[in-house]
Structure formats: C-alpha cells, structure tokens
C-alpha cells in the first residue's frame, strides 16, 4: 500500500463528509465558527485543524447551503452564527441517504472479503 | 490591534504566513478567511484563560493547524455547480476584460467575443460578469458612438450661427453654450466607470487551477 495514495483517498472523503456534518450539527441549531470547529475536530479526524473550517464554512454559503447573521455576545465581540438555509437542508438529506447506502455497501465487500 | 506580547508576536505570524499561503485568492476572501481564523484564535485564548502564555497559545495555534492545510482546504478545486457551471477557466478567458474594454471597435465583434469568453468562463462570479457586461455594452467603442457623436454634433450646433433677415447681420444664437462641455464631462464619467469595470474583472479573476 502506498502512504501517499492512502492519504489523498481519505482528504477527499474527510471533506465531503465534513462539510455534511457541518449541516447535519446546524440542522439542530445555528452555531458559530468556533464551536463548529471544536465539535467536529473533537468527533476525531473530521477535520485536519480546526483552521479547515472557515474556508468549508465559506464554501458552504457560496453555494447557498448556509447563512449567516452577526449577534451581539456577552462574552466579547459580535459573532458570525451560521444558519441551515432550505437549500442546506435539501443537501443533508439527500447525503445522509446517500452515505449510509455507501458505508453499507462499502462495509459489505470488506466484510465479505474478509469471510473469504 | 498592534502586538504587545510575545504571544501576540505569534499570533501575528501565524496570521502572516497563512495570508502568504492564500495569497492566490481575490483580496476580499483572503482577508474574509485570515479575519475568520483570527477571532478564532482570539476567542481560544480568551477562553483558555491564559491568553498571553505563550505555550497555550502555541497549543492553540497547533490545534488550529498548519497554515499550509487551511489554504489546502480554501483552493481545494471544486466541481462546478450552480451558477459556476461548466467551461473551465483555461488561459483564453484572461483576454476577455480586455475585449470587451477595445474590443468593439473592431465592428463590435471584438466585444462580442469578450462577452462569449466572459460568460463562458467559471473564473468569474455571476455579479462580475454583469458588471463587466453591463458596464457598458461594447465598451470604449459602444460610449464614443452613444455619447460622442451627440457630444460632438451639439458642440457643432451650437458654435453654428444663423444668419437672420436679408440685410442685417447675421446673429449667432449661441444657443446651449453649456450643452457640449456637459456633453464631455459625462463622456468622460462615463470612460472613467467603464475603466473602473475593466479594472474589477481583473481584480476579481480567480484562477482555479494549482
């Protein structure tokens, strides 16, 4: 197996998946850079630093799956919250369908193999 | 904010090197991307409650990640969807600011190409490209035909003078004296708004390709 090509495949995967899990957290509730960064980095392996999250987050909302407002915090300076648009909410449902159909699928044939 | 620590020293050329590292990107989402990495940096060191140690704030800085990753991530290439779809950006569409600037004296089809090129494109957004277009239509060419033609035709009329009656003197009406100099100011207006459109699309391509 080469380590580079082991890398790639999973930097690809990782950011289609991050970028889903994002909604999937704003489908709950509106949340900001900072803690959507936190959550996911601390799920484990989401994300490569918690850096990643702002040019996602910025990607998300170009192509309209998010939105954003300024809200007034106790703690310090207004912060930008990030809110699931219907266009977001549309793009979660379709991944969860389609990433659970490919995880089982993917699952299947490595546990076929492994019983062969 | 000007750096008064040693970890605000740290803080800063994190924050520089992840601008050297985005630097291929419009100015207006390199700045948006360092702006949003550095109230998160802020907003860590406030909660870490030692915000000027410069080990916390080192582990804070590692937990964010390597500046190289973040712009990794910021110019990873997308496919194209929505209104960016289609029609790669390959070295052709850079002429396309400069064709639709001179391109319609060439008997407006030098504009027309521009604008094929420019719609076609996937290196600009949908906003850019109206402006580009819109901001005016045939360009260089289009205004000196809309505007300085009449410009140039009321300055003849008016400086015409009409002789009047048999016998008496031939009285100039010097009619709309005004008319023409206005006519070049909002020429010149208008050449200055279809500089700044040339101007914008250059500013605002964005490359996609590493």
Do not use: N
């Amino acid at each position: 197996m080469v380590a580079g090509d082991e890398g790639v495949w999973l930097a690809q995967l990782r950011r289609g998946a991050a970028e889903h899990c994002v909604l999937a957290v704003l489908r709950h509730h509106d949340s900001y850079g900072f803690e959507l960064a936190r959550t996911l980095a601390d799920a484990g392996g989401l994300v490569a630093g918690e850096g990643t999250i702002y040019p996602l987050l910025a990607r998300l909302r170009r192509r309209g799956l998010v939105d954003t407002t300024w809200r007034e915090s106790v703690e310090g300076p207004p912060r930008k919250y990030y809110r699931l648009t219907a266009a977001g909410e549309a793009a979660l449902s379709a991944f969860s369908v389609e990433w659970r159909r490919f995880r089982d699928a993917v699952d299947d044939v490595l546990d076929e193999g492994g019983q062969q | 904010m000007k750096p008064r620590t040693a970890a605000d020293r740290q803080v800063r050329s994190y924050l520089r090197a992840l601008e050297v590292h985005l630097g291929p990107l419009p100015v207006h989402r390199r700045r948006q991307l360092v702006a949003d990495v550095a109230d998160h940096i802020a907003e860590a060191r406030d909660g870490s409650g030692a915000a000027d140690d410069p080990a916390t704030v080192r582990a804070i800085l590692e937990r964010v990640g390597d500046p190289a990753d973040i712009a990794a991530e910021t110019l990873a290439v997308e496919p194209p969807r929505g209104e960016v779809a289609g029609g790669a950006s390959g070295r052709g569409d850079a002429w396309a600011p400069w064709l639709l600037l001179l391109g319609g004296f060439a008997l407006g089809i030098g504009w027309v190409v521009g604008a094929v090129l420019l719609l076609g494109s996937s290196a600009w957004r949908a906003r850019d490209k109206a402006i580009g277009l819109l901001l005016w239509p045939f360009g260089l060419a289009g205004i000196l035909f809309l505007l300085g033609l009449p410009a140039a035709s009321t300055a003849s009329t008016a400086s015409g003078c009409s002789s009047v009656g048999p016998g008496s003197a031939t009285a100039c009406t010097p009619s709309a004296h005004g008319a023409p100099v206005l006519g070049l100011v909002v020429l010149a207006a208008v050449v200055v708004v279809q500089a700044a459109s040339t101007w914008w699309l250059l500013r605002t391509r964005h490359s996609a390709r590493w």
